[in-house]
């Protein structure tokens, strides 16, 4: 399950050691290694790996608005290939769930999967 680590403030000028990040953000140290292997930078090359908290935030931060992407009419999230696509037009269906909200699912037409949206009677 991802996190967005949103309440957690750093230090913007302070340096962080793995071991900080790990207690801080409540990670493993493997989740560390992984950041990193996509695109967390270090400070230098030397171990233990030291990490800028400016740049520790801005990297959460970038990674949180690479998921949001304004969706055209029409267009859905798909939950397996996590891209927006307009749905099979056959598999499309309405469903008005529990708290009277409107929500409109399908399957992707490229991978499959499903896609669902809440939908507004105003927008659509």
């Known amino acids: 399950m991802s996190r967005s680590y949103k309440g957690i403030k750093l230090k913007k000028n302070r340096v962080y050691l793995g071991e900080d990040l790990q207690k801080v953000f409540?990670?493993?140290a493997n989740?560390?290694?992984n950041w990193i292997k996509t695109g967390l930078q270090p400070s230098d090359?030397?171990?233990p790996y030291v990490f800028r908290g400016g740049q520790v935030t801005s990297f959460l931060k970038a990674r949180r608005e690479r998921t949001k992407i304004e969706l055209?009419?029409?267009e859905f999230?798909?939950?397996?290939?996590k891209s927006a696509v307009f749905p099979d037009?056959?598999?499309?269906?309405?469903r008005v769930v529990t708290n009277g909200a409107i929500m409109?699912?399908?399957y992707c037409c490229e991978c499959g999967?499903?896609?669902r949206k809440f939908i507004s009677e105003a927008k659509e």
Request: proline residues 3%; glycine residues 14%.
């Open 77 to 81: 999230n798909c939950t397996g290939c």
């Open 104 to 106: 409109a699912f399908g």
């Open 45 to 47: 090359d030397k171990r």
């Open 72 to 74: 055209r009419p029409g």
């Open 31 to 33: 989740t560390i290694s």
């Open 89 to 94: 037009v056959e598999t499309l269906g309405l």
């Open 113 to 115: 999967c499903h896609v």
């Open 26 to 28: 409540i990670v493993s």
